[in-house]
């Protein structure tokens, strides 16, 4: 992978846009697809994990490093690999934890978002958007559950980007970001019923 200028967010410049600005729900029928992996899984612990993704990004340059979720973001940082965004929400397992301390990687813009558990709202996808678009990382702190960012963050990032999670109990995700990874996030979010306030 080559990254470069050129790399485009979504299948065009501005694909927020296109989002309807409505709160989306995670609904009983599409759970299954949401708990198998949506890219690599490289099973085991971070200690087990983190050299393998590094292998990984020595072979290939990735346009954005994009981490969804506390644990990845914490073994991100205490390896050293340098993401530009990270998306976490202060729980692990959804237990509260300490907040991360991200002060030893210099300059590093904090956005806060409301996003409840098993919804998705509209406001997560301008956020990530406006994240990716920074020259400088950028850590959005999610009150409520940034599961589901998962797929905002692959339907918004640079092609040849990589958007990393960790699946519980079984190890990390890595998704390599394509046009057809797009297709398949959009896919499901579209699948996604819309919210009527309950």
């Known amino acids: 992978m080559r990254g ?28 299954p697809k949401f708990k198998e992996p949506f890219g690599l899984l490289i099973p085991g612990p971070p200690e087990a994990t983190i050299p393998t993704l590094r292998k990984l990004l020595s072979k290939e340059k990735a346009s954005k490093i994009i981490a969804v979720g506390d644990v990845v973001s914490k073994s ?62 950028v850590r959005i702190v999610v009150e409520g559950e ?6 905002p963050a692959v339907i918004l990032a640079p092609t040849d980007s990589l958007v990393l999670y960790g699946q519980p109990g079984k190890g990390l995700v890595v998704v390599r970001v394509t046009c057809e ?18």
């Open 76 to 137: 991100l940082r205490d390896s050293g690999i340098k993401g530009n965004l990270y998306v976490t929400d202060d729980k692990v397992m959804r237990e509260r934890i300490r907040p991360l301390d991200f002060k030893g990687l210099g300059s590093m813009e904090v956005l806060r978002i409301f996003n409840p558990p098993g919804r998705l709202m509209a406001e997560a996808f301008q956020a990530i958007d406006n994240a990716l678009r920074s020259p400088n990382p």
């Open 146 to 151: 940034e599961d589901l960012l998962v797929l």
């Open 4 to 31: 470069n200028s050129s790399k485009t967010h979504g299948f065009k410049e501005g694909m927020a846009e296109i989002i309807p600005a409505r709160e989306k729900v995670l609904s009983p029928e599409l759970m």
């Open 181 to 198: 990874k797009k297709r398949e996030a959009l896919e499901l979010y579209r699948a996604m019923p819309e919210s009527h306030g309950t």
